[in-house]
């Protein structure tokens, strides 16, 4: 009876067959990566060579390139680079550091979260570029102004992704290490910030974006260096050549930092899958 009975509950059945994802090669991934921004080169040429795009409205990939090598060949493009490389560094680096030091006081402490956490949401919600008149009342058109205002534009995605990762360390964890006789200090070294780790490579990654599109701003602020002054100067004299190599390059510093961060994550957390998605 039993066999029967065994028999007659599979009968339809059919056995499970795994859908294993294809491993794709590194040049297939990179290839399709590079399509849409080699279709959109191609749109752009296209519509420059047909005459849709008049040189005053947007210049031909064609003079973009020979602008490159003008600003290049002067040397104001790698000055206004390394100008803006290191505001943009240091403000990052501020900002950086104040949210992950206050994302983790909230995060971890009761008493921090109660003195901190409504405060730090409430100036979250104001606009960075809401400060660019008071910070030059305050701090000049110097280049602490600029510093500054990108070290707070960083600040709070850190401090939210900080706050939220260090959040869901499993609490029954953090007593087994306290019952050890681990101090604070080492519970958040050893336990906490590994666990929050996918949440504080968030954050950085938003920080890093953020911090380009803040020196975008912080650079309108009476520059007279950096890929921000390049683009007054050229506005200056309808040099959309010039205008287009700025645009490119702030997209470029976006996609670098982009970039950086992904690399990050193969080498702190191997075990993600690099591909992303599930299909």
């Known amino acids: 009876m039993s066999a029967v009975s065994e028999g007659t509950a599979t009968d339809g059945l059919v056995a499970p067959r795994p859908q294993l994802r ?3 090669g590194r040049p297939f991934a990179l290839t399709v990566r590079a399509l849409g921004p080699v279709a959109l080169l191609l749109l752009w040429w296209a519509a420059s060579a047909t005459g849709l795009l008049t040189p005053d409205v947007l210049a031909s990939p ?3 390139l020979r602008a490159v090598g003008e600003l290049w060949g002067n040397g104001q493009l790698p000055d206004a680079l390394t100008t803006s490389l290191t505001r943009s560094g240091i403000g990052l680096l501020f900002g950086l550091a104040a949210g992950l030091v206050l994302g983790i006081t909230t995060g971890f402490t009761r ?3 109660e003195l901190l956490d409504s405060s730090l949401q409430t ?5 960075f570029l809401a400060l660019v008149p008071l910070f030059m009342v305050w701090f000049g058109i110097n280049e602490t102004a600029k510093i500054l ?5 960083t600040t709070f995605p850190m401090y939210v992704s900080t706050s939220s990762g260090v959040r869901n360390t499993d609490p029954k964890l953090v007593e087994a290490m306290r019952s050890f006789g681990m101090s604070r200090l080492a519970i958040v070294r050893e336990v906490v910030l590994p666990g ?3 949440s504080l490579l968030a954050g950085l990654r938003l920080s890093m974006t953020l911090s380009v599109i803040a020196l975008i701003a912080a650079e309108e602020i009476n520059a007279t ?3 921000g002054y390049l683009m007054s100067q050229a506005q200056s004299y309808a ?3 010039i205008l287009a190599v700025c645009i490119l390059i702030y997209g470029l510093l976006g996609l670098a930092a982009d970039i950086l961060v992904r690399l990050l994550e193969r080498v702190l957390m191997p075990w993600r899958s690099p591909q992303g998605g599930t299909r």
């Open 225 to 227: 260096a950096g890929i």
């Open 62 to 64: 064609a003079e973009v």
């Open 111 to 113: 008493i921090g979260d």
């Open 123 to 127: 100036l979250r919600t104001i606009p």
């Open 196 to 198: 929050a780790l996918p």
């Open 22 to 24: 294809k491993p794709r």
């Open 239 to 241: 040099r959309t050549d």
């Open 149 to 153: 205002l990108i070290a707070v534009a």
